[in-house]
């Protein structure tokens, strides 16, 4: 298709990274945090494992982890503030392992004040890319059925990050014992991991069974790079 405005840069693998028309979507904050140990009581038979929250940029729309420790983000699900993002793990944790959560959204940041580079404007004039930014690079995009555990090897000498979305969520209502499990993912020696873990426990009076609520999960692996 021609242009008469900007120009297409595609990556190895034939991925679009420029179109030169639609705005790319870059880094908006980077988050240091160290995650929480524990478990906290949500009501007197219901225990989760202790959560961390950041209220994240009004621009932001995708939050990337990069954590050692099984993890999971919920943005504005939890509370009231659509902007505020919970960082929930597994049940079974230890420890006050540090998570770097990467905010991308579709408002223009320099992180450089370099007076050379490109930038790019699109037919109507928009800048839509800039040298300066640091721009959403996706490694890969994965959609995956209900399995108990998936890994993907990353490239040694590069920085990644882990977005999760959907999933299945079991209720395992089985009396005193009963508990929840959903997806959590953690990046370790160059690896990312997703896995079906167990996320809270409670207490019920009968016992009957597990229910599913089946859901695809999107698991997307963003690589940092200008920061």
Same mark, same amino acid.
């Not at 595609?10 to 420029?18: E, F, K, L, S, T």
């Given at each position: 298709?021609?242009?008469?405005?900007?120009?297409?840069?595609?990556?190895?693998?034939?991925?679009?990274?420029?179109d030169g028309e639609n705005f790319c979507m870059c880094?908006?904050?980077?988050?240091?945090?160290?995650?929480?140990?524990?478990?906290?009581?949500?009501?007197? =038979?219901?225990?989760?494992?202790?959560?961390?929250?950041?209220?994240?940029?009004?621009?932001?729309?995708? *939050?990337?982890?990069?954590?050692?420790?099984?993890?999971?983000?919920? *943005?504005? =699900?939890?509370?009231?503030?659509?902007?505020? +993002?919970?960082?929930?793990?597994?049940y079974d944790n230890s420890g006050t392992p540090s998570?770097?959560?990467?905010?991308?959204?579709?408002?223009?940041?320099?992180?450089?004040?370099?007076?050379?580079?490109?930038?790019?404007?699109?037919?109507?004039?928009?800048? #839509?890319?800039?040298?300066?930014?640091? #721009?959403?690079? +996706?490694?890969?995009?994965?959609?995956?059925?209900?399995?108990?555990?998936?890994?993907?090897?990353?490239?040694?000498?590069?920085?990644?990050?882990?977005?999760?979305?959907?999933?299945?969520?079991?209720?395992?209502?089985?009396?005193?014992?009963?508990?929840?499990?959903v997806y959590m993912g953690r990046i370790v020696n160059?690896?990312?991991?997703?896995?079906?873990?167990?996320?809270?426990?409670?207490?019920?009076?009968?016992?009957?069974?597990?229910?599913?609520?089946?859901?695809?999960?999107?698991?997307?692996?963003?690589?940092?790079?200008?920061?």
């Open positions: 298709m021609a242009s008469e405005n900007g120009f297409v840069v595609r990556g190895q693998n034939g991925a679009v990274q420029i880094l908006q904050k980077v988050n240091n945090l160290s995650l929480k140990a524990g478990t906290k009581a949500v009501t007197g =038979d219901v225990y989760t494992s202790a959560t961390t929250s950041f209220v994240k940029s009004a621009n932001s729309s995708l *939050v990337a982890l990069r954590c050692s420790s099984w993890c999971r983000a919920y *943005v504005g =699900d939890q509370t009231k503030n659509l902007n505020e +993002v919970t960082i929930a793990r597994n998570c770097i959560a990467y905010e991308y959204g579709n408002a223009a940041y320099n992180w450089s004040s370099s007076k050379s580079g490109i930038e790019v404007f699109n037919s109507s004039k928009t800048k #839509v890319f800039s040298s300066n930014w640091s #721009v959403m690079r +996706v490694f890969g995009v994965y959609y995956l059925d209900h399995i108990k555990s998936w890994s993907l090897q990353l490239p040694v000498g590069r920085t990644f990050a882990m977005v999760l979305d959907g999933g299945q969520m079991d209720s395992n209502i089985v009396g005193y014992n009963s508990y929840t499990a160059n690896k990312a991991e997703v896995a079906f873990i167990q996320d809270s426990i409670f207490h019920s009076p009968v016992n009957i069974g597990t229910y599913n609520y089946p859901c695809q999960l999107m698991v997307m692996i963003l690589e940092i790079v200008g920061v």
